[in-house]
C-alpha cells in the first residue's frame, strides 16, 4: 500500500494534455454566499507529504485568486477536502499489418499489445457544513508520469487545480 502512494506523486507530473476534469455540484445551492473557505486533508500512511503540501498551497491560492478569503474551519462557509487514489490500469490495443506482395497475394496479420500504466485520480469536494453536505466536487484523473524537479511538479499541480476549479463557483 505504501508505494501506492508514492506512485501518486507523479501523477502531477505529467502532462496536462491528458488530464481529466469532471466537475459535479448541486444546482440548488447558492455559491454567491460563499466568501470564506478552509481547505481540509489528512495525510494517510504511505501518502507523499510534499505532494500534499502542493496540493494545498495550489487550492488556496486558487480559491484566494477568485476573491475567497481562507478562514478556520470551524469559520468556513466551504471546507474543500481533497482525496488521493491510485490505480494501475492495463490498456489493450491491436496493430494490423500487411503481409505479402503482388496483386493476389498478401494478408492481414494482427497483433494484439498491452500497455500498463498507474492512473491516478484526485478527488476535491466543497462541503457546506451548515447543511452537512457536500455541494461540490471536481474529479482529476491523469496518468502518472514524471518531472524531474521540484519546480516543474509545484508548476503542474498548479496548473491542474486552476483548471480544476475553473468553473467554480458554478454560475
Do not use: W
Not at 490500469?89 to 503482388?102: C, N
Not at 498491452?114 to 491516478?120: H, K, L, T, V
Amino acid at each position: 500500500m505504501q508505494y501506492i502512494f508514492g506512485f501518486f506523486i507523479a501523477l502531477f507530473f505529467g502532462a496536462c494534455s491528458t488530464l481529466s476534469v469532471q466537475n459535479d455540484y448541486d444546482p440548488s445551492y447558492d455559491f454567491t454566499k460563499v466568501k470564506s473557505f478552509a481547505v481540509v486533508h489528512k495525510l494517510k500512511e504511505g501518502e507523499d507529504g510534499l505532494t500534499s503540501k502542493r496540493i494545498y498551497k495550489a487550492l488556496v491560492d486558487t480559491l484566494k485568486a477568485k476573491g475567497l478569503e481562507e478562514v478556520d474551519v470551524k469559520k468556513a462557509d466551504l471546507i474543500f477536502l481533497y482525496h488521493i487514489n491510485v490505480t494501475n490500469k492495463t490498456q489493450i490495443y491491436t496493430d494490423y499489418q500487411m503481409v505479402g506482395y503482388g496483386r493476389y497475394g498478401g494478408m492481414v496479420i494482427s497483433t494484439p499489445r498491452s500497455y500498463n500504466y498507474d492512473e491516478g485520480k484526485l478527488i476535491i469536494d466543497g462541503y457546506d457544513p451548515k447543511m452537512n453536505q457536500t455541494v461540490y466536487r471536481v474529479v482529476l484523473v491523469d496518468e502518472i508520469k514524471q518531472h524531474k524537479t521540484p519546480k516543474e511538479r509545484q508548476a503542474y499541480i498548479k496548473e491542474a487545480i486552476e483548471k480544476a476549479l475553473a468553473k467554480f463557483p458554478p454560475r
